[in-house]
């Protein structure tokens, strides 16, 4: 997403090495472009401006934030007047012409922010309308208009679909939906790397496994987006074979590759050009969510449990999107935001940025709720916004990924 960002999408932007934190060791590199007030982080937005604010907004409401109308009206005035968003727009008061290089993605994760956020419907609605106007007659999306479909891109819409109040599988070009572009790209159970997704066929034309396009495929074959809980559990735990699989099957089969990618270690690998041997925080955080989802939650939980040991130093290097891909993941396994590790991955994203609001409603659950786990999750919060802090929660743990 890498903060759910597969390595393919980036480098077909140019900008892997500026974009992609999921091997980061050092600082973040410093802006090409001046920081608005209403963003969130510190690095260079050029790359990354609108996914990184959409995440930290999707986190917020996830947490039960009210986020600052300057950040809101930040994201939602990234928008070109077709409905689609670039990745970044430093002048946003200037109309989007040629050089404005809109993408799927940006949009996608901008339609999710915004209907979270609330008091958009408009924007969501033009963004959406652009959305389909550029899906492929495979049924499935590109991260730039025209481009062949992946794994990813597609995942993205479906949850901005489904955001939005639509059906997928109602989306259609050509008589196909998302769900068949998924399916496609769904490795057979017998073949190397069976149950994963591809990215994008291989030079074969075959698909072949990667497990950032499968994390993201989980969610995309069921309907969902950033935000989810832990699901049914699958009716079989390996790779089942069909000849047509369903979007359920698909997700089943992509679930049963991640929990056997993550058993031994409790992470991935990197897939990065250069990364010998380094774990690959951003795509377990996504694993975590995709694994929950699909209803595999103790493995969801282990892969958690290593973020909690192993991600904070990435999460501090890497910025909002990566806090907020730990919070999704906190969320995924019911685990306490407040304490990763020792680290307040709350207090962490909400310093990055203009501080969010707690809502009424929230704080009042907090009073009555009689000391249960929601009860402290939500008190974490409150006294985070408030200045507080919340060390004497730190031996209580849990928390999460996004």
Request: net charge positive.
């Amino acid at each position: 997403m890498n903060v759910r960002r597969s390595a393919a999408a980036l480098a077909a932007v140019g900008v892997l090495a500026a974009a992609a934190p999921a091997t980061a060791a050092g600082p973040s590199p410093s802006p090409k472009a001046a920081i608005p007030s209403g963003l969130y982080g510190t690095s260079d937005p050029t790359y990354d401006g609108v996914w990184r604010q959409s995440l930290t907004l999707i986190a917020q409401r996830t947490l039960g934030y009210r986020p600052a109308a300057k950040a809101v009206d930040w994201l939602a005035g990234q928008q070109c007047a077709s409905g689609a968003f670039a990745a970044f727009r430093a002048a946003p008061a200037k109309a989007c012409d040629g050089k404005v290089t809109v993408d799927t993605n940006s949009t996608a994760a901008a339609v999710q922010a915004l209907k979270a956020a609330g008091g958009h419907d408009d924007a969501v609605g033009r963004a959406v309308a652009w959305l389909k106007s550029v899906q492929n007659k495979d049924g499935g999306w590109s991260y730039f208009p025209g481009k062949a479909s992946d794994t990813n891109s597609t995942s993205v819409v479906v949850g901005a679909l489904t955001a939005a109040g639509m059906n997928p599988v109602d989306v259609r070009k050509s008589g196909k939906s998302p769900y068949d572009l998924l399916a496609a790209m769904s490795v057979p159970c017998d073949q190397d790397g069976g149950g994963a997704l591809a990215f994008q066929p291989d030079k074969n034309g075959k698909p072949a496994a990667n497990a950032d396009a499968t994390a993201a495929g989980v969610l995309g074959a069921l309907g969902k987006g950033f935000v989810a809980r832990a699901g049914t559990a699958p009716a079989h735990a390996a790779c089942t074979r069909a000849a047509h699989p369903t979007p359920a099957q698909v997700a089943d089969n992509a679930g049963a590759y991640l929990a056997a990618a993550v058993a031994k270690s409790g992470h991935l690998q990197s897939a990065l050009p250069g990364a010998k041997d380094q774990p690959d925080f951003g795509n377990t955080a996504d694993t975590v969510v995709a694994l929950a989802a699909d209803g595999r939650t103790e493995q969801a939980k282990a892969s958690y449990a290593w973020l909690e040991k192993n991600a904070s130093q990435w999460a501090a290097q890497s910025g909002p999107a990566a806090y907020a891909q730990l919070i999704l993941a906190a969320h995924a396994v019911g685990a306490q935001p407040g304490d990763f590790g020792g680290t307040s991955l709350v207090r962490s994203l909400n310093a990055l940025g203009p501080a969010p609001q707690v809502e009424t409603e929230q704080k009042e659950k907090t009073k009555s709720d009689g000391g249960s786990g929601l009860g402290v999750w939500w008190f974490v919060g409150v006294c985070l916004v408030a200045g507080i802090g919340a060390g004497f929660l730190l031996s209580g743990r849990k928390k999460k990924q996004p």
